[in-house]
T-cell receptor
Framework: QKEVEQDPGPLSVPEGAIVSLNCTYSNSAFQYFMWYRQYSRKGPELLMYTYSSGNKEDGRFTAQVDKSSKYISLFIRDSQPSDSATYLCAMKQAGNQFYFGTGTSLTVIP | DAGVIQSPRHEVTEMGQEVTLRCKPISGHNSLFWYRQTMMRGLELLIYFNNNVPIDDSGMPEDRFSAKMPNASFSTLKIQPSEPRDSAVYFC????????????FGSGTQLSVL
């Protein structure tokens, strides 16, 4: 079983839609939960991070962590064409190794 | 800050040739990571360094791959001899100790081995 599982999509939504992206994980020792956004032909960039269960909001983006279910989500409200990218979840324990999901490709259609 | 700088952006080579990928981390970052990204397997960690010392190279596929970090501002990933199955995007990333979630990636090197 992979450490982190992510639905690869692709996901295609109309502009203004609410988008839900999800990952599950198996290692209960993960302490840090992150979402990275990767535009085509670019490296991933950190979008949001959280350390604990619950919700964290940043503008149109909300990151949600449920440690009891080993499940994290990223919600995008009022999605825009500029949100079209691949979204990767990532997790880590203390230490250096990051575990990434395979990424979900999102297209927001104007 | 210029961010993590990788070169070359694209590399096309023939099977059996030596390939060297280069990375300059962000100044002040003391951890450096090499990743490989493919559609099938996503981002795979190859090796990471702390303070220029290799800490975990268990992700390096085989002896054909080697990585060095001679100083805090430069690292190389070498493949010798290269094979078609090495074709992928190779990313370098760096991080400052204490900033657990902030991994900064370069723009990657697209490697094609014919």
């Amino acid at each position: 079983q992979k450490e982190v599982e992510q639905d690869p999509g692709p996901l295609s939504v109309p502009e203004g839609a609410i988008v839900s992206l999800n990952c599950t994980y198996s290692n209960s020792a993960f302490q840090y939960f992150m979402w990275y956004r990767q535009y085509s032909r670019k490296g991933p960039e950190l979008l949001m991070y959280t350390y604990s269960s619950g919700n964290k909001e940043d503008g149109r983006f909300t990151a949600q962590v449920d440690k009891s279910s080993k499940y994290i989500s990223l919600f995008i409200r009022d999605s825009q064409p500029s949100d079209s990218a691949t979204y990767l979840c990532a997790m880590k324990q203390a230490g250096n190794q990051f575990y990434f999901g395979t990424g979900t490709s999102l297209t927001v259609i104007p | 800050d210029a961010g993590v700088i990788q070169s070359p952006r694209h590399e096309v080579t023939e099977m059996g040739q030596e390939v060297t990928l280069r990375c300059k981390p962000i100044s002040g970052h003391n951890s450096l990571f090499w990743y490989r990204q493919t559609m099938m397997r996503g981002l795979e960690l190859l090796i990471y360094f702390n303070n220029n010392v290799p800490i975990d190279d268990s992700g390096m596929p085989e002896d054909r791959f080697s990585a060095k970090m001679p100083n805090a501002s430069f690292s190389t990933l070498k493949i010798q001899p290269s094979e078609p199955r090495d074709s992928a995007v190779y990313f370098c990333a760096s991080r400052r100790t204490g900033e657990n979630e902030k991994l900064f990636f370069g723009s990657g090197t697209q490697l094609s081995v014919l």
